[in-house]
């Protein structure tokens, strides 16, 4: 059954891939010239990550003017404030976020104090913009938790009344979130733990609370399935890209899914504990969540069980398989067994509800183990016995998102959980070696940049080595049976080459000295064609990623490609024989 109503749009474009940051040129070409405004936090121009997004954006016509690099964790009012006097004081144009949760929230209401004026206090609320535009906001995740690089809320904390303020507008869409794992690598382990916590808690209460909507149901739903085979592995395993960039994934579907469904009570009270105790946003709705999983279980018993079912809690279904086989099977006489069966359904997935909460309390204690993340409220921060309990338990009842709850949260159930959180005396977990799946390939990270110098350079490698493909026993005789012509448009080094089978002979061209009309024109970068001749790039994703633009008949040009493959082993070859090994990709 489907809800009466739900709305789904995504205004923003994500565009992922580990190394993304080198390549926005054609992302971002339509914004034309702009005066950015980069925000981000003393932490990530420490570790070269603001220096990393300023290189990238110097290949474009977006000149960041200036940076504003004072967001703390958990943002405050003064801060937006701040940030957006520097980006009015430098006439900026346009917004990049490159940070955590708290600086993407700092730079989405900086935009709105810098477009609409006013204090920060003014805009508290929903929807209250209408349909006033804000300037363009690209964002930059670097923790894999929040998902803000595509939500419509921010949180800025008001550290004078001990709260956070809920911010949500639509405006607050970016228009473009760059996913790119390179930029989480240096995030801690136990950084990292908690900011996956907040994620699958985004997932986990976009799938069962109250505003469910079927397309975010499907993106919450692979958000869990790649937090539980990833998680784990990018706290134990840093450097591994693979897990990164799954989790940078994982909390953008979640972001996606709570942006649309809204989030629950573990979200409620995980506000009030950094309101008013300063907790850590991901470390809160980590050890939340499975108490507030145990509180909601029963009032949607089969979402909890799908849940499950995606954390990979397998369980039994004797009475659907049954059922099917009496269907269809012709199997009467075992149509007495099929009610029995249907019970035994039910309980199986009322017990599969519950493993899922077992399983939310193993993962905390394993990623303890892994990173030292705190099991309690006590190792959390909170010295004071708990004195602000009554605090804790008013704010998150009047929190905006215990409306979504699925079952009413009950004051009393809200302290009692605070109370069990502080009290705990749970320990951490070893990890065994099959919770870490293997590491996966790392990424080509320190790829090799501009190979051809100039396109001088370019004809003699390039035109040499088609040359070489021309005699070569297994290539030349399908490229002339090809009958294709194809133009290669090289920039950089501006450069085109052109190969022509049309005659009796392959003919190759350099620059102008083909004067016909090709079949097919494929621009690229040199060092693309240098990636490509090596076998590394896939042309076809490529052509999605527009790192190749090709005009004319592409599925021709594409059907060439098995007859290439043995080039990529003779291309290493030949670059040592032009004395070029140094550029060879190993
Ligand atoms: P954070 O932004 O507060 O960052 C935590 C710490 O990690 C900071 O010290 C930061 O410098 C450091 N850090 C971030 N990236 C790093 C990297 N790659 N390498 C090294 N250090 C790095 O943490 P967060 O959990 O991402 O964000 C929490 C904030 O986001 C809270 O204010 C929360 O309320 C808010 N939030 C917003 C949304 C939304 O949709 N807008 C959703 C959930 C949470």
Redesign the pocket.
Known sequence: MLPDYFEFSLPTCVIYGIGIINQLSDAVAHYGPRRALLVT?A??VQ?G?AERVQAGFRQTAIEIVATFDQVP???TIRTVEDCAALGREHGCDLIIGL???????TAKVANLLMVKGGRVQDHMGAYLLGPMPLLPLLLIP??A????EV?K???I?DPDHDV?LPFAETQFLPDLAILDPE??????PR?TA??GM?ALT?AIEAYVDKEWSPAADGLALQAIRLIRDHLLRACAQPEDLQARGAMLAASCLA?IAF?HSMVGMVHGIS?AL?GVYHI???LANALVLPEVMDYNRDARLERYADIAEALGVAFPRPGAALDSLLRYGGLGFATPLARPLRALDRRFRRQAAKAGVAYVRTLNRQLAHLTGMPLNLRDAGIKDGLAKLEQVVETAMTDGSMLYNPREPEREAVARIVRALHDTAVTPLPVSTADLRPAGKRAAADEIRNVFQDAETLYRVLGGFFERLKSDPQIGGPLQASGLCVQFAFDPPAATMTIDARGDEVQIYRGAEFTGTPEVTMSMSGDFAHAFWHGRVNLVSALTRRQVVARGNVPKTLKLLPILKPAYALYPHYLAEVGMAGKIIR
Do not use: F, Y
């Not at 938790?145 to 803000?148: C, E, H």
């Open positions: 936090d932490i990530l570790a990550l964790p958990n943002s940070g955590g949760g708290s600086v993407l929230d670097t923790t938790g929040t998902g803000s939500t809320v921010a949180v904390a956070k930029l989480t690598r240096s995030l801690p950084l908690m900011t907040d985004h972001g942006s506000h950094g850590p946003h991901g």
